[in-house]
């Protein structure tokens, strides 16, 4: 799934990238809405919240909102560049690396978070959208701009969209195309919404509070590894079936 760099992308990888992808930020966006009670997967409130500042001349009160908008920027901007920065490098596996960084920022939040608590909630809210910006990043360039898994406004409108060209069969004749790509979405949907139910679940009724986002960490490591043995296994079964052609030559 995240070995794509050499190969077309299929509908498949993105399905598995947008069940593990938008699970992991739902979860995300609730525990961090439970404990900040503020929206740390998406920036779009934060920027109107920063503008109605500005407006109100009170310029010093809307930084940290900018400060909620920049992190959620560096982290696509630091995702994109990485991923840039080692792609001629072999021996990487380039999406990897900020899938780790995003598993790691998930962890220290976790552990700063829980024995701290609210002494720094500004740090832990950009912390958290720096994250979510390198989680957007990455799985946008996996999957060629088709999944998005932070936020669901742009996917419930590319829904719509798409809903609406199953009335017209004449215009939009490709509907296995269209079909697949409503499936898509809504798998995003749901499971952000599946994540969401889990991390509200754990933070309030397991007490788990902002020990949930090891949660999501775990996901994603466990993710990573059994892509890493899926991988493996395929270019054993190549090997073996070269094996087995030399051999009958």
């Known amino acids: 799934m995240y070995s794509l760099k050499n190969r077309r992308v299929t509908m498949k990888d993105n399905l598995r990238l947008a069940i593990v992808l938008s699970f992991v930020a739902g979860i995300v966006n609730v525990t961090g809405f439970l404990f900040l009670k503020q929206l740390t997967t998406n920036v779009t409130g934060h920027f109107a919240l920063f503008i109605n500042d500005v407006a109100n001349l009170e310029f010093w009160h809307g930084t940290i909102y900018f400060l909620y908008i920049f992190s959620f920027l560096f982290g696509s901007f630091a995702s994109s560049f990485l991923i840039e920065f080692f792609r001629n490098n072999n021996r990487i596996n380039v999406y990897v690396i900020p899938v780790i960084i995003e598993s790691l920022i998930l962890i220290f939040v976790a552990i700063i978070a829980s024995i701290y608590l609210t002494t720094f909630p500004d740090l832990i809210a950009c912390l958290l959208l720096f994250a979510m910006g390198l989680q957007n990043s990455y799985v946008t360039k996996v999957s060629d701009a088709v ?15 798409e809903l609406s060209y199953l009335f017209f069969k004449k215009e939009y004749p490709n509907r ?10 809504v798998y995003i949907i749901s499971f952000f919404f599946l994540g969401g139910l889990l991390g509200g679940f ?10 949930t986002l090891i949660l999501a960490a775990v996901i994603l490591i466990l993710n990573l590894l059994f892509d890493g043995m899926r991988i493996k296994v395929k270019k054993l079964r190549n090997y073996n079936y070269r094996r087995k052609i030399a051999y009958k030559k």
């Open 147 to 161: 999944v998005r898994t932070t936020h669901l406004t742009g996917l419930f409108t590319d829904l719509g969209i």
């Open 176 to 185: 296995k195309k269209i079909k697949a790509s409503i499936r898509l979405r």
């Open 202 to 211: 754990a933070y309030s009724e397991l007490n788990f509070e902002m020990y």
